[in-house]
Nanobody, 128 residues
Framework: EVQLVESGGGLVQAGGSLRLSCTSSGFPFADYAVGWFRQAPGKEREGVSC???????YYADSVKGRFTISSDSAKNTVYLQMDSLEPEDTAVYYC??????????????????????WGKGTLVTVSS
């Protein structure tokens, strides 16, 4: 079973930056998808960014040009660099992973329920 632990959340002013980390146990796998999702109070969880094991990355339109996803296989860690943060980015950010049945990261951005494993989340608060 894949275990995921998120870190790096916190309070930041609008225009600032944060880097989230998702560290996994049970890796490496030959084929996987890891993604970042977020849920603001009173809203449904939404996809933010996903990366496949072949390096392809995908982003929600709302974060394109501001967020960057990357992976470090030696550390079993996926990062989300978040720049130019806006108050609308305030949410709990969750890391999700699939290693058994793996689709394109673009699919998971629209179908977060297809992710097989989840972390407990890390809170990001952006003040105006």
């Amino acid at each position: 079973e894949v275990q995921l632990v998120e870190s790096g959340g916190g309070l930041v002013q609008a225009g600032g930056s944060l880097r989230l980390s998702c560290t996994s146990s049970g890796f490496p796998f030959a084929d996987y998808a890891v993604g970042w999702f977020r849920q603001a109070p009173g809203k449904e969880r939404e996809g933010v960014s996903c990366i496949n094991s072949d390096g392809r990355s995908y982003y929600a339109d709302s974060v394109k040009g501001r967020f960057t996803i990357s992976s470090d296989s030696a550390k079993n860690t996926v990062y989300l660099q978040m720049d130019s943060l806006e108050p609308e980015d305030t949410a709990v950010y969750y890391c999700g992973a699939s290693v058994n049945v793996v689709f394109s990261g673009a699919y998971y951005l629209e179908n977060y329920g297809a992710m097989e494993s989840w972390g407990k989340g890390t809170l990001v608060t952006v003040s105006s």
